[in-house]
């Protein structure tokens, strides 16, 4: 709606996570070394976690471009399978078609595979499961047998873990402990610095092709960081609406007020979907009890 009049190519803060508009603050400059170090020592393991909207799904996909040409990758985004569809999932985004129905078959298949095809060839595999606090124990464990798969010499598959808070408390249990033991690797990816919210907001407007002089005074970056909490999701979705309200305004110039006021009605909404939440509970329970109980509402209240 407003790309036209601010003269962006397309938006610049979708929430989609998009490597083009990915802004490499001090703290995902960090993660991201630490991360390709453990690659390119062949760690058999590890772990990315941070919070919802930080960055993680966007940071593996910069790790798979920036390794693509050694390495044979294969990305999982649907965490909710069992062992034997990760098996398959893992062998079909390998390129190859699953010709097992056992976890027997689909591993000797894979490891067939990643001898002839990948080590035999002087390449690497890599696998990234994003959304992995969502992984089963039994998944888990499943994971940490494929680290099994290996040569004399190195490991014939690497495994990234990409996952939210919760993600490392489920590497804790007991149950997870022969897995976590052979995680030497594993990085917390923080939100942004107050001080980088600026360059952030200013990175993505570039990117999305800005012609015109667009500027968000001291005063709006201070309420941007307020609401966001240096989370690049959050700030996206402020300063999209933000936009919009210049946009009617016909300015260029995204005052505090405005962000004050895209906060409220951001937060409005949030009140306004759990408040419509609550009530369709409420519908739902009071049919519920009244078809099961057989209660006359009308009745009762006359007595």
Known sequence: ???????????????????????????????????????????????????????????????????????????????????????????????????????????????????????????????????????SFEVLEQIRILSNLETDKEKLIQILLVGQEELLKKLARPELRQLNGRIPIKYYLLPLKKKEIESYILHRLRVAGMKKKLDFSKGAIKEIYKFSKGIPRQINIICDRALLAGFVKNTYKIKKEMIKKARRSLVGEKEKELKNLLKREKRFFFTFFKKKYSININNSKEE
């Open 1 to 135: 709606m407003y790309e036209e009049f601010y003269g962006f190519y397309e938006k610049p803060f979708t929430l989609t996570p998009d490597p083009k508009f990915f802004f490499m603050s001090e703290d995902h400059f960090s993660a991201l070394e630490h991360l390709l170090f453990g690659i390119n020592q062949g760690e058999g393991f590890l772990v990315l976690a941070g919070g919802v909207g930080t960055g993680k799904t966007t940071l593996s996909k910069i790790i798979l471009d920036k390794v693509k040409n050694n390495y044979v990758t294969s990305l999982i985004l649907n965490p909710f399978v069992n062992e034997i569809e990760l098996l398959s999932s893992i062998i079909y985004d390998f390129g190859c078609i699953p010709e097992g129905v056992t976890k027997k078959e689909l591993i000797d298949q894979l490891n067939f595979f990643l001898l002839k095809e990948v080590a035999e060839k002087g390449k690497r595999a890599i696998l990234i499961i994003d959304e992995a606090q969502n992984l």
